[in-house]
């Protein structure tokens, strides 16, 4: 029987050795597999190459890992923001590899590496300082820059729902890096708020098969934030089980 | 008179025809989603993986899982999608985008772009999306001050900072002036500022050519 679900954050993460290049998935805190990661720094694996759009914000999550100094180097298309102090130390003390890369070659190249593709010709950057060094080619007209795959060895994200056999559903802009960072892992770690039964996910629904996921942990949304129920009920459940927490409201509307 | 942040947005918003799908980039361009002609079906994309995007939520609406790309609280009108990274960045760079919105460091008169790093040594250079927009969208629009604080001129001959996008910019939208670029050349549109075009082109230091339509 095909059995990934796992019962603790700090068991899902406990083979990530030191070296391990991880992705994370997330987009501010939507999608951020948040206890995956402070499982991570929990572990205390470190020199790690993570993958992530930015490079942590305030002081939990990714921010925290790199502010233990586990990460020697980050992949990411947007590290500085407003709250990114932790990195911004960090990079200016140069304890911190920088690779920035524009983000949609970002999600390209994670793709890629998921859907075996050894390399890829793409328009974007073309000309400037982050295709410096990169062969170039022209085709029909236009300009390209030669990108290659990002792999990882594990990839921590977050989705709504899973079933015992990894398949995932995600929320709203929640999904964001995830099915591809899935695919593109060699392990590929999920949290989701909810593991049900088989066949219980809409087959049509499904936005994640899962071939590409490895582990799934269960971790109830803890004290959904009421104006979270009061969005989903309205979005079509209609559900006043404000109790059941945000995941099941929005679970019926799938 | 010089436009306001506001106005400018104002000013812009007005030019999205009926089915126009947008992508605004954060910061000043995100202002043009408040003054979207109501009277047509204007389309939002945000990088994040969202089509049909809504307004800013309202504090009884705040979902954590529905931001936009500047990761503020955003609403799921009729008619929405979702989509991942690959796909949203797919959109872009397949040219099914019509018209995007950045924010500008220059912008050189051939349409040349900068606007994510200054390039100085103690920059954490963030690019973003805005590499995938400028060579993406079918229209790339501009939308700044035209002067920086120091009263430099933003519209340069050849951008000093690094480059986002070559020969890429089309509109540019600014407190003083509407330009617009053709094959290379920088035409002024519309004089906002109590200036004529030659003492604009004064102030500027760059060479315009006439576009304005008679009032």
């Known amino acids: ?254 | 008179m010089k436009l306001s942040r506001n106005e400018i947005a104002e000013r812009l918003a007005a030019d999205f025809p009926d089915g126009a799908i947008v992508n605004l980039g954060i910061g000043l361009p995100t202002l043009a989603a408040d003054y979207l002609p109501e009277d047509r079906e204007i389309i939002l994309h945000t990088e994040n993986g969202m089509l049909g995007m809504g307004r800013a939520a309202a504090e009884d609406e705040i979902d954590e899982d529905l931001i936009n790309a500047g990761k503020i609280p955003v609403t799921e009108p009729a008619g929405a999608s979702y989509f991942h990274h690959a796909d949203s960045f797919a959109m872009m760079r397949g040219g099914h985008i019509d018209y995007c919105v950045l924010g500008g460091y220059q912008v050189s008169v051939t349409g040349d772009l900068a606007n994510w790093h200054t390039g100085a040594a103690d920059a954490i250079p963030a690019v973003g999306g805005a590499m995938d927009l400028a060579i993406g969208a079918k229209h790339v629009y501009v939308m700044m001050n035209l002067f920086t604080k120091n009263g430099d001129c933003k519209i340069v001959e050849q951008c000093t900072y690094p480059l986002t996008g070559i020969g890429t910019v089309e509109r540019v939208y600014t407190d003083m002036a509407l330009f617009e670029i053709v094959d290379g050349q920088l035409r002024v549109l519309e004089i906002f500022a109590d200036m004529d075009l030659a003492a604009l082109q004064e102030a500027m230091g760059v060479q315009l050519l006439d576009g304005l339509v008679a009032a």
Not at chain 1, 69 to 98: H, N, T, W
Not at chain 1, 141 to 163: M, N, T
Not at chain 1, 189 to 214: N, R
């Open chain 1, 1 to 254: 029987m095909v059995n990934k679900q796992i019962g603790s954050a700090a068991e899902a993460v406990a083979d990530i050795p030191d070296g391990a290049t991880v992705m994370m998935g997330g987009f501010g805190r939507a999608g951020q597999p948040v206890e995956l990661i402070d499982a991570l720094l929990e572990h205390g694996a470190k020199d790690l190459v993570v993958v992530n759009n930015n490079a942590g914000n305030g002081t939990t999550g990714l921010a925290a890992l790199i502010g233990a100094g586990q990460v020697r180097k980050m992949i990411c298309s947007f590290p500085r923001q407003k709250d990114s102090q932790i990195f911004d130390e960090r990079y200016l003390a140069g304890d911190i590899e920088l690779e920035v890369v524009p983000q949609g070659n970002l999600a390209e190249r994670i793709r890629a590496a998921g859907a075996g593709v050894g390399a890829f010709f793409t328009p974007t950057g073309y000309g400037t300082m982050l295709a410096e060094g990169k062969e170039t080619r022209h085709i029909d007209g236009r300009d390209y820059v030669l990108e290659y795959p990002i792999k990882a060895d594990f990839a921590l994200i977050k989705a709504l729902k899973s079933d015992r056999w990894g398949n995932l559903v995600y929320r709203k802009t929640a999904r964001n890096f995830g099915p591809i960072m899935a695919a593109a892992a060699t392990t590929a770690i999920a949290q989701v708020d909810d593991v049900v039964p088989l066949g219980e996910l809409d087959p049509e629904a499904v936005i994640t098969p899962g071939i590409y996921v490895d582990r799934v942990l269960e971790l109830p949304r803890n004290a959904p934030a009421a104006d979270n129920i009061a969005a989903t009920a309205t979005a079509g459940s209609g559900s006043t089980a404000a109790t059941a927490g945000s995941a099941a409201t929005a679970g019926k509307a799938l």
